[in-house]
């Protein structure tokens, strides 16, 4: 596809114009970070897996009625997007104590929670997505109460989803992060999954041996990094098994 007017470039990802109007191209960049990684390597082929893995998680939600800005895959990084108004804020869901909610609370990591957890970031990287609360963003404007109930309900279908692929495949979901954007469709607002699903937006355990992957993987290690996003995709059927590492992908379409 013919290179568009560029809309928006972040850490990870370029957006172009679409080829219709309410769409954009998604490209996916080998340079970026998980939410709170302060790595921010360049892992060549690093674009491919996660453009791919992210088609994969989105597709599958959809097929079970979670909507998502995602319509099809163009080509190895980019993919064809529903534009929607992003909402300014991460959403985390908690399924074990790890990270920052750790290091804030002296949980030990690797505890399970008696529940899922959502928790709110908002997106300013100069305030380094502080955490706040559901009374931040109602008195901020950021969201509306009614957005806070649809966006937790969101996030634990896409976690139930997520959670079940991964302990089909021997992984622990640990938490992972989402965005979540407004769409319309006449005067009738709905919220859907945008941005990407992939494993530089979750932390991912081994369940035998406890090798991390995802945003848990040794960031400052490149080799490593890439090692660990080769290995979660070949276990999701993403990559031949034959592989090893994912300087060059070989993709199955």
Known sequence: MA???KIYEGKAKILYEGPEPGTLVQY??????????????????RGVLNNRLSEFFMTGLNGIGVPTHFIRRINMREQLIRA?????LAVVVRNFAAGSMSDRLGIPEGTALPRPIVEFYFKDEELGDPLVTEEHIIAFGWASQQDL???????????DFLSGVMMGVGIRLVDFRIEVGRVWDGDFQRLIVA???????????????GARYGKDADGSDPHKLSEAHT????????L?????HATKPTLIN
């Open 149 to 159: 109930d649809d966006m937790v309900a969101l996030a634990l279908r896409v976690n």
């Open 28 to 45: 996916f960049k080998d340079d970026g970070g998980a939410f709170d990684d302060e790595h921010r390597e360049v892992v060549e082929g």
């Open 84 to 88: 929607v108004e992003i909402i300014p």
């Open 195 to 209: 941005d990407e699903i992939s494993p530089d937006s979750c932390r991912l355990w081994d369940l035998r041996s």
């Open 231 to 238: 290995e979660v995709a070949r276990r999701l059927g993403v």
């Open 3 to 5: 290179r568009r007017k």
């Open 240 to 244: 031949p098994t034959n592989v090893t």
